[in-house]
């Protein structure tokens, strides 16, 4: 466990960081499998840390969950390490827990969740600053500092964020109406699928953000994770929304207020996580993960071609050859296709021919 701090301006904050490595003194945490998870990012999202305190509790054998049995993810866990944010925004929970129960925002009135760099800035028509202030700048609040310093140096294979407000399960984008090209895409979509049938009933809207929420949302941790620091699954999760409360009843919209749907929202949630924890290499596996990062076909053939510039010449040269290449082994490919199937004909019609002359011979004159 540390605490990773930073500060501008004046401003301070601070991050706890909790790590989970069995067999830690034995194993680099570059050999297994990353995962890194960010709880309490909006102050008045409460259940969300509570959340990461039951999941902490759990995997330290203190407290068990329900149709869980973790003796039997002994070796799971043993091939995983974890870093866990238990409350990202522990300035905005102050003023929460201080009676504003509508602040999502930090100590000084920044949305984190709008200030990382992808399409940082960009407000859209219904923008409200008491709810998105993006800040001054990309990076501006100590917090998303030491965040992406973490997601650095972690270099995780999974990020997930944890929110409140409704029951979702989104993966990029979220600052437009699309997901990701290519197979990772539905990789992605399957593991979500899959969370959401055995652990919300099927009740989570599952896509990307920007294209399930009902708007867009610029400058989020979740495609800056996926499109800057290339993490190659990249989750935003909603765990709990109450549709009927009041718009001025913040903490019941975004935290339950019985006891029975508290412990409800901990327990499945919990348990989804563990079959992430168990699944997430099976995952990766399905993209042809190795033990850095994926890499597309376009990406390896591009780098391929470029790898051989300096034997022919500038980037747009090489990638000419590249397409010259490919055109005349289709050429011959086609070449030996035709010679292959004439050898054939041929072939079968001696073959005919040998077959009818006996015939032919034995007929009487």
Avoid at 3 to 10: E, I, L, S
Avoid at 175 to 182: L, Q
Avoid at 200 to 208: I, P
Avoid at 272 to 281: C, D, E, V
Wanted: proline share 4%.
């Amino acid at each position: 466990m540390e605490t990773m701090r930073a500060q501008n301006k004046g401003y301070n904050a601070e991050v706890l960081v909790v790590t989970y490595n069995r067999a830690r003194k034995y194993v680099n945490d570059s050999s297994k499998f990353r995962i890194l998870l960010s709880f309490g990012q909006h102050g008045r999202e409460l259940i969300t840390s509570e959340l990461a305190l039951r999941l902490l509790s759990s995997l330290s054998e203190e407290k068990s969950i329900p149709n869980v049995d973790l003796k039997s993810l002994n070796n799971i866990l043993e091939k995983i390490v974890l870093k866990v944010v238990p409350m990202e925004n522990l300035n905005g929970r102050k003023r929460v827990e201080d009676g504003d129960l509508c602040e999502r925002r930090n100590g000084r009135g920044v949305d984190l969740n709008r200030n990382w760099s992808v399409d940082w800035g960009k407000k859209e028509k219904d923008y409200d600053p008491h709810e998105e202030n993006p800040g001054t700048a990309p990076f501006s609040e100590p917090e998303t500092q030491i965040m992406r310093k973490l997601s650095k140096s972690f270099d995780p294979h999974i990020w997930i964020t944890v929110h409140s407000g409704m029951e979702a399960l989104f993966m990029p984008y979220d600052h437009k109406n699309t997901t990701p090209d290519g197979l990772a895409t539905h990789v992605m979509k399957s593991m979500l699928n899959d969370v959401n049938r055995l652990h919300c009933k099927d009740r989570c809207l599952v896509g990307s953000g920007g294209g399930s929420v009902g708007y867009l949302a610029h400058g989020t941790a979740t495609d800056y994770m996926y499109d800057v620091m290339k993490v190659p699954m990249a989750f935003t999760f909603e765990i709990y929304g109450d549709k009927e409360a009041s718009m001025k009843d913040c903490f019941r919209m975004f935290n339950p207020v019985d006891r029975t749907t508290f412990n409800r929202v901990i327990n499945d949630w919990s348990a989804a996580f563990f079959t992430i924890f168990k699944m997430g290499p099976h995952w990766m596996d399905l993209v042809h993960f190795n033990s850095s990062k994926l890499e597309s076909i376009d990406e390896y053939l591009e780098g391929y071609l470029i790898e051989r510039s300096s034997r022919y010449g500038k980037r747009m040269e090489v990638l000419d050859l590249g397409m010259q290449e490919i055109r005349t082994y289709f050429r011959l490919f086609l070449l030996s296709s035709v010679l292959l199937m004439f050898m054939f004909c041929s072939r079968i019609s001696k073959s005919k021919y040998a077959t009818i002359r006996p015939i032919v011979s034995a007929v009487s004159l």
